[in-house]
C-alpha cells in the first residue's frame, strides 16, 4: 500500500518534469532587432547680416503740457514788401534808381490801402523794370507847365518813374489824376505829369512821416509805405 501511493504520488510530478516546470499560456520571446543609425550633419546657421547701426533720436524737452513742437518744413521767410506784418518805416531820405528799359512801361494804375502802422501805395505796371525816384518836395507842381497842384496836405512826397508812360496809344491816360485815399497819412494820390517819358505823381500826407520804398514783380508793381 505504501509503495503504492509514492507510485501514485510521483506521477504528477514526472508530468510537470516534462511540461518544463510551469503552467499556464507559453512564454514570450522578445526579439531585439538592430537598427542603424546615421549620424546626422550638425545643423547650420544661416549668416546674419549686419544691420546698419541707427543713431538714436533725443527729443527736445517741453514745458509740461506744452504742445509737442511741430517743425516747419518750410525756412523762415524773409519781410518783403508783400508781407503785411512789416513793422512800420522810419527812413525819410530820398531814393533813386536808375534804369534804362529799352520799352518803358505802362501805368496802369495806383492802388493804396491801410496797414498796422503804415499806409501801403502801389504803382501798377506793364512792362520791365524802370527808373524810379522818390523825395520830399514843398508842393506838388504839374510837369510841364510848372502850375501848383491845387491840393492841400501837410507834407508831400513826389514819385517820379523814368522811362514810363501813363497813357494809350490815342493819348487817353491809363488812371484818374486825383485820388482821394481816406487812409490814417495818406491822403490823396496826384498824377502831376506824364511828359516826355516820364510820370510823376505825388503823395499827399497829412504829416511829415517815415517812408520806404521797394519793388514787386509778376506783374512788375513800385511800393511805396508810409508811416501813420
Not at 53 to 72: L, Q
Amino acid at each position: 500500500m505504501r509503495s503504492t501511493a509514492v507510485a501514485a504520488a510521483l506521477v504528477p510530478l514526472a508530468l510537470l518534469t516534462a511540461c518544463g516546470g510551469q503552467s499556464g499560456a507559453s512564454p514570450e520571446t522578445t526579439v531585439t532587432t538592430p537598427v542603424s543609425v546615421t549620424p546626422s550633419a550638425p545643423p547650420q546657421e544661416s549668416p546674419v547680416t549686419p544691420m546698419t547701426p541707427v543713431t538714436p533720436v533725443t527729443p527736445e524737452p517741453t514745458a509740461p503740457g506744452a504742445p509737442s513742437p511741430i517743425p516747419s518744413p518750410i525756412p523762415s521767410r524773409r519781410h518783403t514788401a508783400a508781407t503785411p506784418d512789416l513793422p512800420p518805416p522810419s527812413g525819410t531820405g530820398q531814393v533813386e534808381v536808375k534804369r534804362s528799359p529799352q520799352r518803358p512801361p505802362l501805368v496802369k494804375g495806383v492802388r493804396f490801402a491801410a496797414h498796422q502802422g503804415f499806409d501801403r501805395v502801389v504803382v501798377d505796371l506793364q512792362g520791365p523794370p524802370t527808373g524810379y525816384q522818390v523825395r520830399w518836395v514843398t508842393q506838388l507842381l504839374q510837369d510841364g507847365s510848372g502850375d501848383p497842384v491845387e491840393v492841400k496836405g501837410g507834407a508831400y512826397l513826389q514819385v517820379a518813374l523814368t522811362p514810363a508812360s501813363a497813357h494809350t496809344e490815342d493819348g487817353k491816360p491809363t488812371w484818374q489824376r486825383i485820388q482821394k485815399t481816406g487812409l490814417p497819412n495818406v491822403r490823396g494820390v496826384v498824377r502831376t505829369g506824364d511828359f516826355e517819358g516820364t510820370v510823376t505823381l505825388g503823395l499827399v500826407l497829412g504829416h511829415r512821416a517815415g517812408f520806404r520804398v521797394d519793388e514787386q514783380t509778376a506783374p512788375y508793381r513800385l511800393v511805396i509805405d508810409v508811416a501813420h
